[in-house]
């Protein structure tokens, strides 16, 4: 083969560059790692050598790698067999099908190990929805796991449903204190029910057994290759670190980062990740992001093109359908829930916050803040605002994560300082229904306000958050140009809706922002790396009601075919 004969060439179909103009071409030629021309089809027939892998495209069309820009990997991995039962619907529908999963992971289990899983969602369960008074219990697991312990925690991880065994072994009783930022319900005699909510989730999942480096390098390898059948060659991995031991799957503070950093510097790690590291838990001080900083440093990686640290993530309150989101107007049956950091007042842990967005600014790093009520998201953006003012870094990159209901004043003001917002619209497809119920049909229409975003200017990511979902862009983007409801079909907000161009951008070139590698990957352009997926079929003018059924045929990653249907 010529040196300058292209190694792959893409052609007769319709090439979505996602460039700063969307422009579509033809084809697309390969050399080693790299794009080298993007074209017509006759252009880049021409290029071919006798060498060259001509993959003829029939109309079907290309796109970026795909970049999930807020996807735990590592739990994601831990969260599927033979690691932890599915307890997700569609895998059960019921709390009975629940305790008939976890007691058939009681039958092969040792006598007294733990059962752990996730997955499971109130809105979605039988019992729950002929009732709305009745959940989850601890015993409901106790009639098929009295000696057992069983941790089960949520779809969104931010509550833990344990059996009485579980409690028992973490010493949770009565007479027990939940950590700052947590909650342990308790039923009318004051006994725990077994749910155990936000911070307090900490108590039991710190008492799990931590897997090994090897378990987690097994993990994140059949992740990344699921990743790959879904055209993902990319993501952000949201939190490593101190703050992460003791929650599920967190084990050790740096074994997750082992994992990786092995894998990287084995030339094993076939994806792109950027990492958040987590240095203090939910319910944390600025002390616990100092003492986090200093034990993490930023640690180094073999090829910062497949991993490396790009900032910190922080966590601020709590999440809207456990009513822990930090609200300005209440709750309909009362409350506003609250941030979810170290302070005995709204007032202590509002400066608890903005000192810990301070530390972490000073130190260099990006800052990811997990943040979702109003009134939460408003403290955090004045708080990057303070951040930069006292030490201006013009390129910081701040961004919210999840934003759910970010005010049009603070969308102001993100655009004004140039940060971002990184949003989870097939979150918004499965909870639309359930959030008419926790904030009433205005405040649920607008959740994750997409369209009001990009019209102010706010560079918008769009990420599965997986395993609170299936790390699945076509559904996330249908999801942002019907916004509809899985459950019932209704639309919800639909003045929020945007068109193709904008939903692919938030996968793919702003998510490349977000990663600081906007010069090197995320559109298909001359001189950047060779990620591309490729469709069954056109998307341009496909009905969006079709997209989450559209296949991924073939994915490229750093120039090599990795994936083929």
């Given at each position: 083969?010529?040196?300058?004969?292209?190694?792959?060439?893409?052609?007769?179909?319709?090439?979505?560059?996602?460039?700063?103009?969307?422009?579509?071409?033809?084809?697309?030629?390969?050399?080693g790692r790299d794009i080298v021309a993007v074209g017509t089809d006759s252009?880049?027939?021409?290029?071919?050598?006798?060498?060259?892998?001509?993959?003829?495209?029939?109309?079907?069309?290309?796109?970026?790698?795909?970049?999930?820009?807020?996807?735990?990997?590592?739990?994601?991995?831990?969260?599927?067999?033979?690691?932890?039962?599915?307890?997700?619907?569609?895998?059960?529908?019921?709390?009975?099908?629940?305790?008939?999963?976890?007691?058939?992971?009681?039958?092969?289990?040792?006598?007294?190990?733990?059962?752990?899983?996730?997955?499971?969602?109130?809105?979605?369960?039988?019992?729950?929805?002929?009732?709305?008074?009745?959940?989850?219990?601890?015993?409901?697991?106790?009639?098929?796991?009295?000696?057992?312990?069983?941790?089960?925690?949520?779809?969104?991880?931010?509550?833990?449903?344990?059996?009485?065994?579980?409690?028992?072994?973490?010493?949770?009783?009565?007479?027990?204190?939940?950590?700052?930022?947590?909650?342990?319900?308790?039923?009318?005699?004051?006994?725990?029910?077994?749910?155990?909510?936000?911070?307090?989730?900490?108590?039991?999942?710190?008492?799990?057994?931590?897997?090994?480096?090897?378990?987690?390098?097994?993990?994140?390898?059949?992740?990344?290759?699921?990743?790959?059948?879904?055209?993902?060659?990319?993501?952000?991995?949201?939190?490593?670190?101190?703050?992460?031991?003791?929650?599920?799957?967190?084990?050790?503070?740096?074994?997750?980062?082992?994992?990786?950093a092995e894998l990287a510097a084995e030339g094993a790690l076939e994806a792109?990740?950027?990492?958040?590291?987590?240095?203090?838990?939910?319910?944390?001080?600025?002390?616990?992001?100092?003492?986090?900083?200093?034990?993490?440093?930023?640690?180094?990686?073999?090829?910062?093109?497949?991993?490396?640290?790009?900032?910190?993530?922080?966590?601020?309150?709590?999440?809207?359908?456990?009513?822990?989101?930090?609200?300005?107007?209440?709750?309909?049956?009362?409350?506003?829930?609250?941030?979810?950091?170290?302070?005995?007042?709204?007032?202590?842990?509002?400066?608890?916050?903005?000192?810990?967005?301070?530390?972490?600014?000073?130190?260099?790093?990006?800052?990811?803040?997990?943040?979702?009520?109003?009134?939460?998201?408003?403290?955090?953006?004045?708080?990057?605002?303070?951040?930069?003012?006292?030490?201006?870094?013009?390129?910081?990159?701040?961004?919210?994560?999840?934003?759910?209901?970010?005010?049009?004043?603070?969308l102001a003001r993100l655009a004004a300082h140039g940060y971002g917002v990184?949003?989870?619209?097939?979150?918004?497809?499965?909870?639309?229904?359930?959030?008419?119920?926790?904030?009433?049909?205005?405040?649920?229409?607008?959740?994750?306000?997409?369209?009001?975003?990009?019209?102010?200017?706010?560079?918008?990511?769009?990420?599965?958050?997986?395993?609170?979902?299936?790390?699945?862009?076509?559904?996330?983007?249908?999801?942002?140009?019907?916004?509809?409801?899985?459950?019932?079909?209704?639309?919800?907000?639909?003045?929020?809706?945007?068109?193709?161009?904008?939903?692919?951008?938030?996968?793919?070139?702003?998510?490349?922002?977000?990663?600081?590698?906007?010069?090197?990957?995320?559109?298909?352009?001359?001189?950047?790396?060779?990620?591309?997926?490729?469709?069954?079929?056109?998307?341009?003018?496909?009905?969006?009601?079709?997209?989450?059924?559209?296949?991924?045929?073939?994915?490229?990653?750093?120039?090599?075919?990795?994936?083929?249907?």
């Open positions: 083969m010529s040196d300058t004969a292209p190694t792959l060439v893409l052609t007769g179909g319709q090439v979505l560059t996602v460039d700063r103009d969307f422009s579509v071409a033809e084809g697309v030629a390969v050399r252009d880049m027939r021409a290029l071919a050598g006798p060498g060259t892998r001509v993959v003829e495209l029939g109309g079907r069309t290309v796109l970026p790698g795909i970049n999930d820009s807020h996807l735990h990997g590592a739990a994601y991995g831990m969260t599927k067999p033979p690691f932890a039962v599915d307890v997700g619907h569609p895998a059960v529908s019921s709390i009975a099908d629940i305790t008939a999963a976890v007691g058939r992971a009681v039958a092969e289990a040792r006598p007294g190990e733990w059962i752990v899983g996730l997955g499971w969602d109130p809105g979605y369960l039988a019992e729950c929805l002929a009732d709305p008074r009745r959940f989850p219990h601890r015993r409901d697991l106790d009639a098929v796991a009295p000696d057992h312990p069983v941790c089960l925690t949520d779809f969104s991880s931010h509550m833990v449903w344990a059996n009485t065994a579980a409690l028992r072994r973490c010493g949770i009783g009565p007479d027990t204190v939940p950590p700052p930022g947590g909650v342990i319900d308790t039923g009318f005699d004051g006994t725990p029910t077994g749910i155990l909510r936000e911070a307090a989730q900490r108590i039991v999942q710190a008492g799990l057994p931590s897997p090994s480096v090897a378990q987690r390098r097994r993990a994140v390898q059949g992740v990344i290759r699921e990743l790959h059948t879904r055209g993902i060659t990319s993501y952000t991995e949201p939190g490593l670190g101190p703050g992460g031991s003791g929650t599920l799957f967190g084990g050790l503070s740096t074994d997750n980062w082992t994992a990786y792109r990740v950027s990492v958040l590291l987590l240095p203090a838990p939910m319910g944390g001080s600025a002390d616990d992001v100092r003492k986090g900083l200093a034990e993490l440093r930023r640690p180094e990686s073999a090829d910062p093109r497949r991993l490396r640290v790009v900032g910190v993530k922080i966590f601020g309150d709590g999440v809207p359908p456990n009513r822990t989101a930090w609200m300005s107007e209440p709750y309909p049956e009362g409350g506003h829930g609250a941030l979810c950091v170290h302070g005995e007042s709204p007032a202590l842990q509002a400066a608890e916050l903005r000192e810990m967005i301070r530390v972490a600014h000073e130190a260099g790093f990006q800052l990811g803040v997990h943040v979702t009520g109003d009134r939460a998201i408003d403290t955090v953006v004045d708080a990057f605002v303070a951040a930069n003012t006292a030490a201006p870094r013009p390129d910081a990159r701040h961004y919210v994560i999840h934003g759910d209901f970010i005010s049009p004043a603070g990184n949003m989870n619209p097939a979150i918004k497809w499965t909870i639309s229904d359930l959030m008419d119920e926790v904030v009433g049909h205005r405040r649920s229409a607008y959740q994750w306000p997409v369209r009001s975003a990009i019209d102010a200017g706010v560079r918008v990511c769009a990420s599965s958050d997986a395993p609170i979902t299936e790390p699945d862009w076509r559904q996330g983007v249908a999801a942002m140009m019907l916004r509809e409801s899985k459950a019932s079909g209704r639309p919800s907000g639909p003045e929020q809706c945007v068109p193709l161009a904008d939903a692919l951008r938030a996968y793919t070139a702003n998510a490349a922002w977000q990663d600081f590698a906007d010069g090197w990957k995320g559109t298909v352009e001359p001189g950047k790396v060779a990620d591309l997926c490729v469709l069954d079929r056109p998307l341009l003018g496909l009905d969006p009601h079709d997209i989450p059924r559209v296949q991924v045929d073939l994915t490229v990653f750093d120039g090599d075919v990795v994936h083929e249907r």
